[in-house]
Structure formats: C-alpha cells, structure tokens
C-alpha cells in the first residue's frame, strides 16, 4: 500500500538554528500539506502546496517557514530559525484530489532546546 | 476559531459496544468530512469519510452519519475492540483545502 513517508523521525535541535523536515508523498497525490500537533493539543494547518505553489498558508507559517518541493517526490519544510514553541510533531500529507482522504506520514517530532 | 468542535474530551465504552463519537462543524463551507485515529507519535490514519452529498456511509464496523441541518456527524463503531482504543479527529474541509481538525476524543474500549 502506498504510503507518506517523512524522515527523520526524530530532531533535536538547538534554538536558533535550522532545521529541515523531509517528505516523500504519495507519487500519483496533486497536494500536499503540512501539519503539526503541539503536545495535548489539536492537529494544525500549517501550509498547503499544489503546483509548485503555496495554495493557501495559516498565520502559523511566518517568514521563518518555507516549503519545497525541489524535484518530482520530495516535498520539505524549513524552519529557518527555531523557537523552543516550535517543538511538536510535524506532518506530511498528501491528496490525490479534491475531496479524497489525506494520507499522512508518521510525522518528525521535532524538539527545540 | 474552532470550526469544528469535538465536545468530548474522553469515551470509555465495554468491548462488544457501541462506541459513538459526535462532532459538530461552523462552516456551511465544509463539503467533506473524515474520521482519522491516531496513536501517540503517529500520524493520523484515515478510517472513513463522507461528502456533503450523503448522510450515511458505512464501512464495515465503522458508520459516519451526517446532519447538514444540524452541521453535525457522528461515527459509530460496532462492535467496538480493544484494538480501537485511540484517539480519534473529526475533520472536514471544503474541495482541496485544509483539513479543520477538532480537538479529539480519546476513546477507550474496556475489556
């Protein structure tokens, strides 16, 4: 069964610096998506991407955070400069299209320090 | 802005059961809706959907049941199982757009 994957797992990272969250979508998905759960909290839109553009971007994503999609199955997230509130668990989803189900990996727990 | 409200917080419900989990919506927008379960530090996993369109869709044990009137669903799991203790996202969203999670419902199935 096709699947989302995200690398790596785990990420711990000093404040201030740079980190880069790696997805590989589904390879035949049009959409895809960043999320991310602070812990205890609810699942959060963080950016949606479909045709080499940001479609739509919630007030969470700020200058610090960029996407990629940098060749035909990578998709990436960049946090330019870390915040301890960035810790939470990133997710990547992707969609083949208009109302069907997202797919989603098994998430980055990224932990700033 | 919490667009889609899940008001349970916790369920617990005997093995064998009915489990049902409600949610509620805002925004007359929402043309889709689905129920994930998550596990801690997984992703959410995908168990059912249904289109504005319908007002039932069933698949296997699993029920979604949507009232537009009343921008409310429910999920019903019969019987519900041990391997369903979880936690559980309503989420809806309007064509290709963001899903809208609610806060989730940790339902626990008791043997």
């Known amino acids: 069964e096709p699947e989302v994957t995200q690398t790596p797992s785990h990420q711990v990272t000093q404040m201030g610096q740079e980190v880069i969250l790696r997805c590989v979508p589904i390879s035949n998905h049009l959409y895809f998506y960043w999320y991310r759960q602070i812990l205890g909290q609810k699942v959060e839109f963080l950016v949606s991407f479909y045709n080499n553009e940001i479609s739509e971007k919630s007030e969470i994503f700020d200058d610090q955070f960029s996407v990629e999609r940098p060749d035909g199955s990578n998709f990436t997230l960049k946090i330019r400069s870390t915040k301890l509130e960035d810790s939470a668990m990133y997710f990547c989803a992707s969609i083949a299209g208009k109302n069907t189900e997202a797919f989603f990996g098994q998430g980055t727990r990224l932990t700033v320090v | 802005d919490q667009q889609v409200k899940q008001n349970s917080p916790s369920l617990s419900v005997q093995e064998g059961r009915i489990s049902i989990l409600n949610c509620d919506y805002t925004n007359s927008m929402f043309d889709y809706f689905l129920w994930y379960k998550k596990y801690p530090a997984e992703g959410p996993t995908f168990l059912i959907s249904i289109s504005s369109i319908k007002d039932k869709n069933e698949d296997g044990r699993f029920t979604v049941f949507l009232n537009k009137s009343a921008k409310h669903l429910s999920l019903h799991i019969v019987p519900s199982q041990p391997g369903d203790s979880a936690v559980y996202f309503c989420?809806?969203?309007?064509?290709?757009?963001?899903?809208?999670f609610g806060q989730g419902t940790r339902l626990t199935i008791n043997p």
């Open positions: 989420a809806a969203s309007a064509g290709a757009q963001k899903l809208v």
